[in-house]
Structure formats: C-alpha cells, structure tokens
C-alpha cells in the first residue's frame, strides 16, 4: 500500500516530446506538490495544489503544466522536452499546517 | 529565506552516535526546523521537526540551542542502513502556503562503514 505513487519510474525520451508523469496518493491529504531534484542533488520546489486548486508555482517554464482532477491526483505533464527537463520529479503531498512531507519514489526523466 | 549550512559529507561507524549540525544564522521567528532522510533512489522521508531545545523521537533526537541559530540531529548507534543524505530545513510549518520558503539544499552525505 503505497501511500505516494508515481509513475512511470523511468522515463527515456527525445528532445521536442510531450510526456506525462502521475502522482497518486491515498493518505487523504489535502496538499500535493512536485519537486525536481537535479543533477546535483538540490530538491527545489515546482508546484503546489490545495484540494485541485493550484497554490504555488515557482518559476517553472510554461512547458510545465500540472494537472489535479481530484485531490488525490497531480499530474505532470511536460510540453517540448528539453535537455535540461533531465532529472529525478518527485510528487509529494501533506496535510495543511503540518510539518510532514510525504513524497514518492521519484521518476527519472532522461531527455536525450 | 533561512539559508542552511550543512557539512558536505561525513563518515562514521556503526555502533556510534553520529552528530550533523545545521547552521541558520537568519532563522526567523515563526521557523520550525526540520530534518529529511534520503536514501538512493527514494524520495525523502521526514525524521524530526523542532522549534527549540529538544526534541526526541524514535529515531532521532534534534537539539536547538537558545538563539537557533544553528541546530544538531543526532542518530544514536547507527548501522549501515543510516547510509543516506540528511537535509537540514528551515521555514513556516508546511501549510501549503510556505512550501515555496522551504529549500532542500544538497544535504549531508552520511557514510556508515562495518
């Protein structure tokens, strides 16, 4: 019973493709939030939903764009994918005001 | 922001009391401080989160001297599966409106060796 699922976990692909990652989660919070944590290890924000309704969004390209059709789900789908996209995208979700961060496995994004 | 320093890496043995300081010297008022766990290829996991003195749990103990201005968790007795990198953080309690205040930085790579 997976409490934060992503996927796919692994995801190869070529410059200038559209693709999609979904975060799923069955804790019953009402916060979820992508994370992209580069080459050097640094874990830095994206986006942020409360209850399907977006929060934050931190300086991320347009080619980013999340989805929540209910808040259990926040998916991440990426428009014209660049090299730089290359990373580890991590769904994590917490119940509001508490100081705990739940988050997935990760889902390595490979853009060759 | 509250900006963390944190040792790049450390080594240690098993059986021993591993100590990993965090400097904050601008942590403001309203900062809880917060410690992630990250093993290779997982997402990080919460360990402990204070607002000053101690704090102890079943895993980890976390103390915060009066000013807070810097903080120390300490894993007591660790083994090999401690192996891991350790995030130091600094903010609002996670509402959803202060997660953009919360920055991972690269960590403490901790190495447990037999």
């Known amino acids: 019973d997976t409490a934060v699922s992503q996927t796919p976990k692994y995801l190869v692909t070529q410059m200038g493709n559209d693709k999609s990652i979904k975060c799923e989660q069955n804790?019953?919070?009402?916060?979820m939030y992508w994370y992209k944590q580069d080459s050097k290890k640094f874990l830095k924000i994206m986006f942020s939903?409360?209850?399907?309704?977006?929060?934050i969004n931190e300086t991320v390209p347009n080619r980013f764009s999340p989805k929540s059709p209910d808040k259990a789900h926040l998916n991440l789908h990426i428009n014209s994918l660049e090299l730089g996209d290359s990373a580890v995208y991590f769904c994590?979700?917490?119940?509001?005001?508490?100081?705990?961060?739940?988050f997935g496995e990760g889902s390595r994004l490979t853009v060759l | 922001l509250a900006k963390t320093t944190q040792p790049i890496s450390m080594d240690s043995y098993e059986g021993q009391e591993v100590n990993i300081t965090c400097s904050h010297n601008?942590?403001?008022?309203?900062?809880?401080i917060t410690w992630y766990q990250q093993f290779p290829s997982q997402g990080p996991r919460f360990i402990i989160q204070?607002?000053?003195t101690k704090v102890t749990n079943e895993v980890a103990s976390l103390f915060i001297p009066a000013d807070r201005k810097s903080s120390t968790l300490s894993l007591p007795r660790v083994s090999l599966s401690d192996t891991a990198v350790y995030y130091c953080?600094?903010?609002?309690?996670?509402?959803?409106?202060?997660?953009?205040?919360?920055?991972f930085g690269s960590g403490t790579r901790l190495s447990i060796r037999p």
């Open positions: 939903y409360n209850n399907k309704e977006l929060i």
């Open positions: 994590a979700s917490s119940q509001k005001n508490t100081g705990e961060l739940f």
């Open positions: 204070g607002y000053k």
């Open positions: 601008n942590i403001a008022t309203n900062d809880y």
């Open positions: 804790l019953g919070h009402d916060t």
């Open positions: 953080l600094v903010g609002e309690t996670l509402g959803y409106s202060s997660a953009s205040k919360i920055i």
